[in-house]
């Protein structure tokens, strides 16, 4: 009986040893879906490869959505814990009615980061110059659509007549679409932007990040009910991209383009650094996470002028800035 009560005890202590340094050790695993995989989001590219999620205690897995709604998709099915993607898809699930809506917790860029290539070099190109043409433009009610449309719109043209959009090739196959021909024009991301005009297959004329000014374009987001119940795990995922924020800020193209080469690894060093020149210098990202009510009302006003907005969310159900301020201190 004695022996039995030894091996007991043993076992019971070793037990207590494992699950102690399993506290100690372990990581809290993490999937972040997100809309696209591009340099334009190099603070969080940044934050992955220099280890800052590990730090906070995230293991993260980066899965790409290829689009918002796919990404929003997999918020609320529950397949992802955290979302990065455009806000605006968070403002059409809470104006659906759903209950357990997504909230914003951390916005990353502040300009639009695509855009826009013509089939020649163009050194005077103005805006005015698209009426009459034809345009490769995205997916209507998306946030890159909406801010081109806010852009003409300002510049007296009007999508509806002024001239012809395409919109109906998927998301990713747009500048490959352009180069086989169709199109005088096409807005794209990078690095397609960039491979067209290595390609001599298009020249970007215009930055629509510059032509639209400051504009909350990408954010993180989760569901209310994973913000309520891991609050812990908000706090370590906004303070790592906070410190990837702190990089871009303090290091040289060079050297962001450099820690985040993994992340593209078929795109060469050279091409990763022009590219991320071109967002450094457009003041592509914030200094801190924290989504402001004004770039907030911006965002429902481009909204309400593409006529995508039903009705006008309060900011304070979807922006929560508690722990962007907090990690920004």
């Excluded at 993260?60 to 689009?67: E, H, K, S």
Aim: glycine share 8%; charged share 25%.
């Amino acid at each position: 009986m004695k022996r039995k009560a030894s091996i007991l005890a043993a076992v019971l202590l070793l037990s207590m040893l494992l699950c102690a340094c399993g506290k100690e050790g372990d990581l809290t695993k993490v999937q972040l879906n997100e809309v696209a995989h591009s340099i334009f989001y190099a603070p969080m590219y940044v934050a992955i490869e220099e280890g800052y999620f590990e730090e906070e205690g995230i293991d993260l897995t980066l899965v790409n959505g290829l689009g918002a709604d796919k990404t929003m998709t997999a918020v609320l099915s529950g397949e992802a814990d955290i979302g990065f993607m455009g806000s605006e898809a968070s403002i059409y699930v809470y104006n659906e009615g759903a209950e357990d809506y997504v909230v914003n917790f951390a916005q990353l860029t502040q300009r639009a980061g695509n855009f826009l290539v013509a089939r020649t070099q163009e050194k005077d190109f103005q805006i005015e110059d698209l009426k009459g043409k034809t345009v490769i433009g995205g997916r209507k009610g998306g946030m890159p659509q909406m801010v081109f449309e806010y852009i003409l719109k300002k510049h007296g043209i009007r999508p509806e007549t002024d001239l012809t959009m395409i919109q109906n090739i998927d998301f990713g196959m747009t500048s490959q679409a352009f180069a086989g021909g169709s199109g005088d024009y096409t807005v794209e991301f990078e690095p397609a932007a960039t491979a067209l005009e290595l390609e001599g297959a298009g020249y970007v004329v215009a930055s629509l990040g510059v032509e639209s000014g400051y504009v909350p374009y990408t954010a993180y987001s989760a569901k209310k009910s994973y913000i309520e119940e891991n609050p812990e795990v908000i706090e370590g995922f906004v303070k790592a991209l906070q410190k990837g924020m702190d990089y871009v800020q303090t290091h040289t193209p060079e050297e962001i383009a450099k820690v985040i080469q993994p992340q593209f690894a078929e795109t060469p060093l050279e091409t990763i650094e022009m590219i991320v020149t071109r967002y450094y210098e457009q003041d592509t990202w914030k200094e801190n996470l924290i989504f402001e009510e004004s770039s907030f009302t911006l965002l429902t006003d481009i909204l309400e002028s593409a006529g995508e907005l039903s009705k006008k969310p309060p900011y304070s159900d979807l922006v929560d800035n508690t722990y962007a301020e907090k990690a920004a201190k």
